[in-house]
């Protein structure tokens, strides 16, 4: 499966990803890019993750918003 992350920049700013899972374990890192002011979207593929509850840790400059995710097993 696939999970896409879309946010909306008011400016160009740095942007960078990590999902954990529940007990901590960084299972996805998604490296530091600079991005334009405006919509944008990343997908992230699932298909190796075992079904359960994660984190996703999205930081936007210098500020950092989290999400948990839920994927289920196929």
Request: aromatic share 6%; charged share 20%; net charge positive.
């Amino acid at each position: 499966g696939q999970i896409r992350v879309a946010f909306n920049l008011a400016q160009p700013i740095s942007v960078d990803m990590i999902v954990y899972s529940i007990v901590g374990e960084q299972i996805i890192n998604i490296p530091e890019r600079n991005f334009q002011a405006g919509k944008h979207s990343i997908d992230l593929n699932t298909d190796s993750f075992p079904g359960g509850i994660y984190l996703l840790k999205i930081n936007i400059g210098r500020k950092g918003i989290s999400k948990k995710l839920i994927i289920t097993s196929q």
